[in-house]
Antibody, heavy 115, light 107 residues
Framework: EVQLVESGGGLVQPGRSLKLSCLASGFTFSNYGMNWIRQAPGKGLEWVASISSSSSYIYYADTVKGRFTISRDNAKNTLYLQMTSLRSEDTALYYC????????WGQGTLVTVSS | DIQMTQSPSSMSASLGDRVTITCRASQDIGNYLSWFQQKPGKSPRRMIYGATNLAAGVPSRFSGSRSGSDYSLTISSLESEDMAIYYCLQSIQYPFTFGSGTKLEIK
Protein backbone atom coordinates (compact mmCIF):
# COMPACT_ATOMS: atom_id res chain seq x y z
CA GLU A 1 0.00 0.00 0.00
CA VAL A 2 1.35 3.38 -1.02
CA GLN A 3 1.73 5.72 1.93
CA LEU A 4 3.01 9.29 2.16
CA VAL A 5 3.37 10.76 5.63
CA GLU A 6 4.24 14.43 6.03
CA SER A 7 5.74 15.88 9.19
CA GLY A 8 7.57 18.92 10.45
CA GLY A 9 4.80 21.49 10.43
CA GLY A 10 4.11 23.85 13.29
CA LEU A 11 3.86 27.44 14.45
CA VAL A 12 6.75 29.63 13.32
CA GLN A 13 7.41 33.36 13.44
CA PRO A 14 7.63 35.42 10.26
CA GLY A 15 11.13 35.42 8.82
CA ARG A 16 12.07 32.10 10.42
CA SER A 17 12.68 28.71 8.80
CA LEU A 18 11.06 25.29 8.88
CA LYS A 19 11.81 21.96 7.20
CA LEU A 20 9.06 19.58 6.17
CA SER A 21 9.50 15.88 5.50
CA CYS A 22 7.46 13.34 3.56
CA LEU A 23 8.21 9.70 4.29
CA ALA A 24 7.22 7.36 1.48
CA SER A 25 6.47 3.65 1.64
CA GLY A 26 4.78 0.95 -0.41
CA PHE A 27 6.54 1.78 -3.68
CA THR A 28 10.04 2.28 -5.11
CA PHE A 29 10.56 5.91 -4.10
CA SER A 30 13.60 6.41 -6.33
CA ASN A 31 11.52 5.71 -9.45
CA TYR A 32 9.15 8.65 -9.02
CA GLY A 33 9.22 12.40 -9.17
CA MET A 34 7.59 14.06 -6.19
CA ASN A 35 5.65 17.23 -5.49
CA TRP A 36 4.69 19.63 -2.73
CA ILE A 37 1.28 21.28 -2.86
CA ARG A 38 -0.22 23.62 -0.29
CA GLN A 39 -3.68 24.77 0.70
CA ALA A 40 -4.22 27.94 2.71
CA PRO A 41 -7.11 27.79 5.20
CA GLY A 42 -10.40 27.81 3.30
CA LYS A 43 -8.65 28.25 -0.05
CA GLY A 44 -7.82 26.17 -3.10
CA LEU A 45 -4.84 24.04 -4.00
CA GLU A 46 -1.53 25.62 -5.00
CA TRP A 47 1.35 23.70 -6.54
CA VAL A 48 4.58 24.60 -4.72
CA ALA A 49 7.49 22.55 -6.09
CA SER A 50 8.48 19.39 -7.92
CA ILE A 51 11.62 17.26 -8.06
CA SER A 52 12.51 14.50 -10.47
CA SER A 53 13.39 10.98 -9.36
CA SER A 54 17.16 11.60 -9.36
CA SER A 55 16.93 15.27 -8.30
CA SER A 56 18.17 16.35 -11.72
CA TYR A 57 15.16 18.57 -12.38
CA ILE A 58 13.62 20.92 -9.84
CA TYR A 59 10.84 23.46 -10.31
CA TYR A 60 9.24 26.04 -8.04
CA ALA A 61 6.23 28.27 -7.99
CA ASP A 62 7.17 31.95 -8.28
CA THR A 63 5.62 32.56 -4.87
CA VAL A 64 8.29 30.45 -3.14
CA LYS A 65 11.25 30.64 -5.52
CA GLY A 66 14.40 31.72 -3.72
CA ARG A 67 12.91 30.96 -0.29
CA PHE A 68 11.97 27.26 -0.47
CA THR A 69 14.19 24.32 -1.43
CA ILE A 70 12.85 20.92 -2.40
CA SER A 71 15.16 17.92 -2.01
CA ARG A 72 15.03 14.19 -1.51
CA ASP A 73 17.03 11.33 -0.02
CA ASN A 74 16.26 8.19 -1.99
CA ALA A 75 18.13 6.04 0.53
CA LYS A 76 15.75 7.23 3.23
CA ASN A 77 12.62 7.28 1.02
CA THR A 78 12.08 10.84 2.12
CA LEU A 79 11.14 14.09 0.39
CA TYR A 80 11.93 17.43 2.00
CA LEU A 81 10.86 21.05 1.76
CA GLN A 82 13.19 23.57 3.40
CA MET A 83 11.29 26.80 3.92
CA THR A 84 13.10 30.04 4.80
CA SER A 85 12.06 33.67 5.19
CA LEU A 86 8.55 32.50 5.99
CA ARG A 87 5.67 34.91 5.56
CA SER A 88 2.13 34.95 6.88
CA GLU A 89 0.90 34.04 3.40
CA ASP A 90 2.83 30.74 3.62
CA THR A 91 0.37 29.58 6.28
CA ALA A 92 -1.18 26.44 4.80
CA LEU A 93 -1.60 22.71 4.93
CA TYR A 94 1.31 21.25 2.99
CA TYR A 95 0.82 18.01 1.08
CA CYS A 96 3.30 15.81 -0.73
CA UNK A 97 2.10 13.87 -3.78
CA UNK A 98 3.64 11.22 -5.98
CA UNK A 99 4.61 11.66 -9.59
CA UNK A 100 3.43 13.89 -12.39
CA UNK A 101 0.06 12.20 -12.15
CA UNK A 102 -0.46 13.13 -8.48
CA UNK A 103 -1.97 9.70 -7.94
CA UNK A 104 -1.22 9.54 -4.22
CA TRP A 105 -1.28 12.26 -1.57
CA GLY A 106 -0.28 12.40 2.06
CA GLN A 107 -2.53 13.67 4.83
CA GLY A 108 -0.74 17.03 5.02
CA THR A 109 1.18 18.92 7.68
CA LEU A 110 0.04 22.33 8.89
CA VAL A 111 2.38 25.31 8.82
CA THR A 112 1.28 28.44 10.63
CA VAL A 113 3.36 31.58 10.25
CA SER A 114 2.47 34.09 12.91
CA SER A 115 4.09 36.26 15.56
CA ASP B 1 1.93 30.51 -17.09
CA ILE B 2 -1.06 28.41 -18.10
CA GLN B 3 -4.32 29.58 -16.54
CA MET B 4 -7.05 27.09 -15.75
CA THR B 5 -10.47 28.74 -15.61
CA GLN B 6 -12.87 26.51 -13.74
CA SER B 7 -16.64 26.86 -13.69
CA PRO B 8 -18.94 27.03 -11.93
CA SER B 9 -17.40 28.00 -8.61
CA SER B 10 -20.29 26.34 -6.81
CA MET B 11 -23.39 24.44 -7.68
CA SER B 12 -26.26 22.62 -6.07
CA ALA B 13 -27.86 19.56 -7.62
CA SER B 14 -30.32 16.84 -6.68
CA LEU B 15 -29.57 13.19 -6.16
CA GLY B 16 -29.65 11.42 -9.51
CA ASP B 17 -28.87 14.57 -11.51
CA ARG B 18 -26.24 14.68 -14.21
CA VAL B 19 -23.55 17.19 -13.20
CA THR B 20 -20.81 18.73 -15.34
CA ILE B 21 -17.85 20.84 -14.21
CA THR B 22 -15.57 22.53 -16.73
CA CYS B 23 -12.01 23.82 -16.91
CA ARG B 24 -10.74 25.93 -19.78
CA ALA B 25 -7.00 26.05 -20.44
CA SER B 26 -5.38 29.29 -21.60
CA GLN B 27 -2.87 27.35 -23.73
CA ASP B 28 -2.71 23.93 -25.33
CA ILE B 29 -2.29 21.30 -22.63
CA GLY B 30 -3.07 18.27 -24.73
CA ASN B 31 -4.52 15.64 -22.43
CA TYR B 32 -2.37 16.61 -19.42
CA LEU B 33 -5.41 17.31 -17.30
CA SER B 34 -6.45 15.64 -14.06
CA TRP B 35 -9.47 16.01 -11.81
CA PHE B 36 -9.38 15.77 -8.03
CA GLN B 37 -12.09 15.41 -5.42
CA GLN B 38 -11.60 16.86 -1.95
CA LYS B 39 -14.00 16.19 0.89
CA PRO B 40 -13.95 18.29 4.09
CA GLY B 41 -10.90 17.55 6.21
CA LYS B 42 -9.51 15.09 3.69
CA SER B 43 -6.65 15.04 1.20
CA PRO B 44 -7.44 15.43 -2.50
CA ARG B 45 -8.22 12.22 -4.37
CA ARG B 46 -7.39 11.79 -8.03
CA MET B 47 -10.52 10.94 -10.02
CA ILE B 48 -9.51 11.39 -13.66
CA TYR B 49 -6.10 11.55 -15.35
CA GLY B 50 -5.05 12.11 -18.93
CA ALA B 51 -8.31 14.04 -19.39
CA THR B 52 -10.43 10.94 -19.87
CA ASN B 53 -8.98 8.07 -17.84
CA LEU B 54 -10.79 6.90 -14.72
CA ALA B 55 -8.43 6.47 -11.77
CA ALA B 56 -8.40 3.16 -9.93
CA GLY B 57 -11.30 2.63 -7.57
CA VAL B 58 -13.32 5.59 -8.86
CA PRO B 59 -16.99 4.84 -9.52
CA SER B 60 -17.96 4.56 -13.17
CA ARG B 61 -20.51 7.37 -12.84
CA PHE B 62 -17.52 9.74 -13.08
CA SER B 63 -16.11 10.53 -16.51
CA GLY B 64 -13.80 13.05 -18.15
CA SER B 65 -13.94 14.56 -21.60
CA ARG B 66 -12.24 17.16 -23.77
CA SER B 67 -13.46 19.54 -26.42
CA GLY B 68 -10.65 21.70 -27.68
CA SER B 69 -9.34 23.65 -24.71
CA ASP B 70 -12.39 22.81 -22.57
CA TYR B 71 -12.15 19.87 -20.20
CA SER B 72 -15.13 18.48 -18.35
CA LEU B 73 -15.79 16.25 -15.40
CA THR B 74 -19.22 14.65 -15.49
CA ILE B 75 -21.09 12.73 -12.82
CA SER B 76 -23.81 10.79 -14.61
CA SER B 77 -26.06 10.26 -11.59
CA LEU B 78 -25.26 12.27 -8.50
CA GLU B 79 -24.98 10.45 -5.19
CA SER B 80 -24.78 11.95 -1.72
CA GLU B 81 -21.17 10.87 -1.28
CA ASP B 82 -20.18 13.05 -4.24
CA MET B 83 -20.58 16.23 -2.19
CA ALA B 84 -17.11 17.74 -2.31
CA ILE B 85 -14.90 20.35 -3.93
CA TYR B 86 -13.51 19.39 -7.31
CA TYR B 87 -10.29 20.76 -8.82
CA CYS B 88 -8.67 20.41 -12.21
CA LEU B 89 -4.88 20.42 -12.68
CA GLN B 90 -2.74 20.93 -15.77
CA SER B 91 0.58 19.10 -15.66
CA ILE B 92 2.02 19.72 -19.11
CA GLN B 93 4.09 22.75 -18.17
CA TYR B 94 5.63 24.19 -15.03
CA PRO B 95 4.34 25.90 -13.04
CA PHE B 96 1.59 23.32 -12.73
CA THR B 97 -1.71 25.09 -12.15
CA PHE B 98 -4.95 24.09 -10.48
CA GLY B 99 -8.37 25.42 -11.26
CA SER B 100 -10.01 27.47 -8.54
CA GLY B 101 -12.34 24.68 -7.51
CA THR B 102 -16.03 23.84 -7.77
CA LYS B 103 -18.00 23.27 -4.59
CA LEU B 104 -20.70 20.72 -5.27
CA GLU B 105 -23.61 20.61 -2.86
CA ILE B 106 -26.59 18.34 -2.72
CA LYS B 107 -30.04 19.97 -2.80
Amino acid sequence: EVQLVESGGGLVQPGRSLKLSCLASGFTFSNYGMNWIRQAPGKGLEWVASISSSSSYIYYADTVKGRFTISRDNAKNTLYLQMTSLRSEDTALYYCARGASFAYWGQGTLVTVSS
Amino acid sequence: DIQMTQSPSSMSASLGDRVTITCRASQDIGNYLSWFQQKPGKSPRRMIYGATNLAAGVPSRFSGSRSGSDYSLTISSLESEDMAIYYCLQSIQYPFTFGSGTKLEIK
